[in-house]
């Protein structure tokens, strides 16, 4: 897939540099527009056909889809590499319409959050799932959990259970969950009518295709397609996937221009599963493409990495992950507080950085390593005493504190004697993980 | 009026493009309309076109054409090294289990790519008691001192291969002599029948060393020699590999142009192609996993593609995932360590299986065990699959 160029969308803007969507020139919004920093009606002088032949252009093989406030798909590539993934895959947690502690369980859900590296990980939104078969009970679920004000689905095969939904809750723009063949009709009736995106489901890609075909041909808005999360076939999950997605990036195929749906909360159709497999199912769906995902569990040690692995999946790699090296005081160090050292990856100066923060008054040296962690840059030679001392020296560090003494990380244990050469001070080798640091300073340092 | 409510509808805007269209045009016959001319001003009428079209429309549902479905193909020019470990009596070793890697001709699990050979876990077993993390050490501490019941041990739990790491060699731990490592390879060999893959402590001047060592008392029996970097010996390990049948891991960190030069200067020295894999460093997932992933899903894409210099299988030292807090450290609001930990190992072996992995160097039971199951059920598509539409009401 060729990468959009500006000159492109240049060549269908007005080009008279007008002004009126904020930048100086049409290029510039050119610019804006494939960075997807502008919107195409910021620029009130595009209309008719050239306007459309803009909007095809920009939008990405992966269209866009909004379930409640929260954007799925418009990924323009397979791989990451090739450019970046732009939104990450959204975490639904499942919820039966007649569990008795529905609220409390969508509480959870709701005020879920682990802070990794300044960010928030946190659940997407609530899939509801109409175990009970009956529309009263299905639609008061669902007025309940609107109250939580998340992003919701709506999983039900009955039309009428849907429509009882809808009338309360098509403002919201949940999914409808979803379109399978005996349904089809009546499902996109109701998604045109509500004007909300639709589900459409089959293990089989013909049928997939034709069930996405019909069903933005009868004037569904949004569609986002499920293949059919089967944990007893997880490799042909994967090669439907994997199918879809290139349809849709290679071959620019309309049909399959949607976000994906996984389902790891299937695997619990399988004897003897549970929260374990499913975050294996899970796991594996992170590392293929998967849009949105609708899991059972809210369990936080199978939550965390499922979570963790997103948020470095869709990590832009266009920026690499580096912080300035140099000297940051944490706290309000002064003349005795102890000097770290650790490196400028950002994930490594940041784990740093959180450990003691609050808890310890200190300098930190960052070593520009190329935006390596410490154990990569030792063994590729990227932390160089030379450099460590060369920061020391810039940042008159041994007139800001009186001990001259350094606490380098355990990995780094082997660079004690050519950081004692280069730099004069004196080198203490602190714990392995930087978690310890706190209490390696309390036990070393005050003496 | 404000703004938004001023919707012009998509017939009037479809109306004027089409009179923009009619622009250039110099004639237009009109069927079925009058004009009328009143005080100059034109009114033209077409009254029967109008209802006519909206009566057809509602009668009629639009025939929705499906477009023709013509799957995606995944061709590739060229294939990744397969490469044999271990070796039988005849041919010079003394394995009775041998095993081969590599040999794929697309991406991983792909639709209509066979994994030719299927990727296999090495058990990771240490010729001294290393610190390890509480939900390993439990399943292990009754063989933490003998290096040939921890092997058994692991091979019993489901690995195909063990991997001895000699941590004992560096001064600054036993500082054991080569000889010594060697000798703890040779009571491996004579008493576990699979292929093993030799690890040196991590110290740089010793490990070549170590490593030439051990390739001498294991000749022709086809280790894997771990590892060769950039900035050691890699001469002398290349050259023990050469001479006694062996093959080199050569570990770079997370750069292709470092691998590919790595590859380049073992392959001058006269190493063979089928005796090379490459590591290119497993960042643990929470710290740099992505690189990883990039790095790998682009060497094996350029494999494929037809770059000779990068196409070798690739190993994976997953037990690294253990070196992220989140996998070992004790906290109430990170749930259950017990579980959190293997799962953290999982993940990481999942991910990089998914990238292209060929062999995964692991340390937990539940770890092993999970990715082999994901192994086999990712090697085929199974006949009979789940009543799906059930999860919604289960």
């Given at each position: 897939m060729a990468r959009k160029s500006p000159l492109e969308v240049y060549k269908m803007l007005p080009g008279d540099n007008c002004?009126?969507?904020?930048?100086?020139?049409?290029?510039?919004?050119?610019?804006?527009?494939?960075?997807?920093?502008?919107?195409?009606?910021?620029?009130?002088?595009?209309?008719g056909k050239k306007k459309e032949k803009l909007i095809e252009y920009l939008t990405p093989p992966v269209r866009e889809v909004k379930i409640g406030d929260r954007t799925i798909g418009g990924e323009e590539v397979i791989y990451r590499h090739e450019l970046t993934y732009f939104n990450p895959t959204a975490y639904f947690v499942a919820i039966s319409d007649?569990?008795?502690?529905?609220?409390?369980?969508?509480?959870?859900?709701k005020s879920f959050v682990m802070e990794r590296f300044k960010t928030d990980l946190k659940f997407d939104g609530i899939a509801i799932r109409n175990?009970?078969?009956?529309?009263?009970?299905?639609?008061?679920?669902?007025?309940?959990?609107?109250?939580?004000?998340?992003?919701?689905?709506?999983?039900?095969?009955?039309?009428?259970?849907?429509?009882?939904?809808?009338?309360?809750?098509?403002?919201?723009?949940?999914?409808?969950?979803?379109?399978?063949?005996?349904?089809?009709?009546?499902?996109?009736?109701?998604?045109?009518?509500?004007?909300?995106?639709?589900?459409?489901?089959?293990?089989?890609?013909?049928?997939?295709?034709e069930l996405s075909t019909i069903a933005t041909g009868s004037g569904v808005p949004s569609i986002v397609l499920d293949p059919v999360t089967d944990s007893l076939n997880m490799r042909g999950t994967l090669n439907r996937i994997v199918e879809i997605r290139h349809q849709a990036i290679e071959k620019r195929a309309d049909p399959f221009r949607w976000p994906i749906l996984g389902v790891p909360a299937a695997s619990w159709l399988v004897e003897g599963n549970?929260?374990?497999?499913?975050?294996?199912?899970?796991?594996?769906?992170?590392?293929?493409?998967?849009?949105?995902?609708?899991?059972?569990?809210?369990?936080?040690?199978?939550?965390?990495?499922?979570?963790?692995?997103?948020?470095?999946?869709?990590?832009?790699?266009?920026?690499?992950?580096?912080?300035?090296?140099?000297?940051?005081e944490i706290g309000s160090p002064n003349d005795e507080s102890p000097v770290l050292l650790t490196t400028n990856f950002a994930l490594t100066y940041y784990a740093v950085e959180g450990d003691v923060e609050g808890k310890l008054d200190c300098y930190i040296i960052v070593a520009d390593t190329e935006g390596l962690a410490v154990e990569p840059s030792i063994a590729g030679g990227k932390l160089r005493a030379s450099d460590v001392a060369e920061i020391i020296k810039e940042n008159k560090l041994e007139e800001r504190v009186k001990h001259k003494k350094l606490i380098i990380p355990g990995a780094a244990a082997r660079m004690r004697g050519d950081l004692e050469d280069s730099t004069g001070w004196e080198v203490l080798v602190g714990p392995k993980d930087s978690s310890g640091i706190v209490d390696f300073v309390e036990k070393h340092w005050k003496k | 009026m404000k703004k938004e409510e001023m919707r012009i509808p998509k017939l009037v805007i479809d109306a004027l493009d089409w009179l923009e269209d009619l622009k250039d045009v110099e004639e237009i016959e009109l069927?079925?309309?009058?004009?009328?001319?009143?005080?100059?001003?034109?009114?033209?009428?077409?009254?029967?076109?109008?209802?006519?079209?909206?009566?057809?429309?509602?009668i009629m549902k639009p025939e929705i054409k499906i477009p023709e479905y013509v799957p995606f193909s995944h061709e590739w020019p060229n294939s990744i090294e397969e490469i044999q470990l271990g070796a039988t009596k005849e041919e010079g070793g003394t394995r009775k289990k041998i095993f081969r890697i590599g040999g794929e001709t697309g991406m991983p699990f792909y639709p209509g790519s066979e994994m030719k050979n299927r990727p296999l876990v090495t058990f990771d077993v240490f010729d001294m008691p290393p610190p390890l993390p509480k939900a390993i050490r439990e399943h292990f501490e009754d063989v933490m001192e003998d290096?040939?019941?921890?092997?058994?041990?692991?091979?019993?739990?489901?690995?195909?291969?063990?991997?001895?790491?000699?941590?004992s060699t560096d001064p600054r731990t036993m500082n054991r002599a080569p000889e010594e490592a060697a000798e703890t390879v040779r009571e491996l060999l004579d008493n576990i029948d699979v292929p093993i893959v030799i690890g040196g402590s991590g110290n740089p001047e010793k490990d070549p060393l170590v490593l030439e060592a051990c390739a001498r008392t294991a000749k022709g029996e086809r280790c894997i020699l771990a590892s060769a970097t950039l900035d050691i010996d890699y001469e002398r390990i290349a050259k023990a590999a050469i001479e006694n049948n062996h093959v080199v891991l050569a570990w770079t960190s997370i750069d292709i142009n470092q691998q590919k030069e790595l590859n380049r200067k073992l392959l001058n020295l006269g190493l063979r192609r089928d005796q090379l894999v490459m590591d290119p460093t497993t960042a643990v997932l929470g710290y740099g996993i992505e690189y990883t992933i990039s790095v790998m899903q682009r060497m094996r894409l350029e494999g494929l593609r037809g770059d000779k210099e990068i196409s070798f299988p690739m190993s994976s030292g997953t037990t690294n995932a253990w070196g992220a807090r989140e996998a070992w450290m004790k906290r109430e609001d990170w749930g259950d360590r017990m579980l959190r930990g293997p799962l953290w190992e999982t993940i990481t072996g999942i991910t990089m299986l998914l990238c292209g992995v060929d062999l995964f160097m692991m340390l937990h039971p539940r770890s092993v065990q999970t990715l082999?199951?994901?192994?086999?059920?990712?090697?085929?598509?199974?006949?009979?699959?789940?009543?799906?539409e059930n999860w919604v009401t289960m």
């Open positions: 002004g009126e969507c904020g930048e100086e020139t049409c290029m510039a919004f050119a610019s804006k527009l494939i960075d997807r920093d502008a919107k195409i009606e910021d620029c009130p002088r595009l209309k007649n569990d008795p502690s529905l609220e409390e369980r969508a509480r959870k859900v175990k009970s078969g009956d529309p009263e009970i299905f639609k008061e679920a669902v007025e309940k959990v609107m109250e939580i004000e998340m992003p919701m689905i709506l999983c039900s095969f009955n039309p009428e259970v849907i429509e009882r939904a809808l009338e309360v809750s098509s403002q919201k723009r949940p999914l409808i969950y979803g379109a399978i063949d005996e349904n089809l009709e009546e499902m996109c009736a109701l998604a045109t009518n509500y004007e909300c995106p639709l589900a459409v489901i089959s293990s089989d890609l013909r049928k997939l295709w549970g929260y374990w497999e499913e975050a294996v199912t899970a796991a594996i769906l992170q590392n293929r493409f998967v849009d949105a995902m609708i899991l059972n569990t809210i369990e936080t040690w199978a939550i965390l990495p499922l979570l963790t692995l997103r948020q470095n999946i869709y990590t832009d790699p266009r920026f690499p992950a580096r912080v300035e090296p140099g000297v940051r | 069927e079925n309309v009058t004009i009328d001319v009143k005080n100059g001003i034109i009114e033209i009428s077409a009254p029967t076109l109008l209802p006519a079209m909206i009566e057809r429309e509602e290096p040939v019941a921890w092997a058994r041990r692991g091979l019993e739990l489901g690995a195909n291969l063990v991997t001895i790491h000699l941590v082999q199951n994901v192994i086999d059920q990712l090697s085929k598509i199974a006949e009979k699959g789940v009543e799906y």
